[in-house]
């Protein structure tokens, strides 16, 4: 049974620090690129960053550019995003995201991440 089950969200002020996690379980972890998706209330889902499977070549959103880092440890299953110097417009919901060809898309339930003074 495939599961991504993302924790690390909470509430911290602008200017904080998170680290989310993002533990895979149920299929062939090193095989899928990896992702962080978020959805803020009444906007469509948006790709933050991306990892590949293999060389773990990172792609960001504009947005998060030299904020946040996304990273594996394919030894753990897990995939990792550490998001610095937050701001009130970083508040959403949270996704992992795992990707392989062949259409395997998996995704996971999501973190509630919230930047408030």
């Known amino acids: 049974q495939v599961q991504l089950v993302e924790s690390g969200g909470g509430l911290v002020q602008p200017g904080g620090s998170l680290r989310l996690s993002c533990a895979a379980s149920?299929?062939?972890?090193?095989?899928?690129?990896m992702s962080w998706y978020r959805q803020a209330p009444e906007k469509e889902r948006e790709l933050v960053a991306t990892?590949?499977?293999?060389?773990?070549?990172?792609t960001y959103a504009d947005s998060v550019k030299g904020r946040f880092t996304i990273s594996r440890d394919n030894a753990k299953n897990t995939v990792y995003l550490q998001m610095n110097s937050l701001k009130p417009e970083d508040t959403a919901v949270y996704y992992c995201n795992a990707w392989a060809t062949g259409g395997y898309d998996y995704w996971g339930q999501g973190t509630q991440v919230t930047v408030s003074s």
């Open positions: 149920g299929f062939t972890f090193s095989r899928y690129a």
């Open positions: 990892i590949t499977k293999v060389a773990g070549i990172r």
